[in-house]
């Protein structure tokens, strides 16, 4: 199977940065997309970002949109998530999660389309 794990994640005053990194390895078979997905405690998580990997095309939660940057570093095997001007409502526990190469979108926003997750790291915004 595919391993993801997640780093970079802390307390952060609002309208600092952080930069969360995804690293993925242990499948030799094509992965479609890698997306970030937070949740919240007692709430389903939600689609943050995701790029794919067959056409590097991007796509953003509108919530992020203008603030985050998702990226990915294919010789270190290794997707980046930049969080700019974080708000409180942005505390969450963030996952990355891989969708296997097959028909369909290669980043969809259902976390179910998804194969493979990492075990989450925690992100703290408060002053």
């Known amino acids: 199977q595919v391993q993801l794990v997640e780093s970079g994640g802390g307390l952060v005053e609002p309208g600092r940065s952080l930069r969360l990194s995804c690293s993925y390895s242990?499948?030799?078979?094509?992965?479609?997309?890698i997306g970030w997905f937070r949740r919240t405690p007692g709430k389903e998580r939600d689609g943050v970002a995701c790029?794919?990997?067959?056409?590097?095309?991007?796509y953003y939660a509108d919530s992020v949109k203008g603030r985050f940057t998702i990226s990915r570093d294919s010789v270190k095997g290794t997707m980046y998530l930049e969080m700019n001007n974080l708000k409180p409502e942005d505390t969450a526990v963030y996952f990355c999660?891989?969708?296997?190469?097959?028909?369909?979108?290669?980043?969809?926003?259902?976390?179910?389309?998804?194969?493979?997750w990492g075990p989450g790291t925690q992100v703290i915004v408060s002053s």
């Open positions: 242990g499948h030799t078979l094509p992965l479609a997309g």
């Open positions: 790029r794919s990997l067959k056409d590097d095309s991007s």
């Open positions: 999660a891989a969708r296997q190469h097959r028909y369909g979108s290669d980043c969809p926003k259902n976390e179910l389309d998804y194969d493979y």
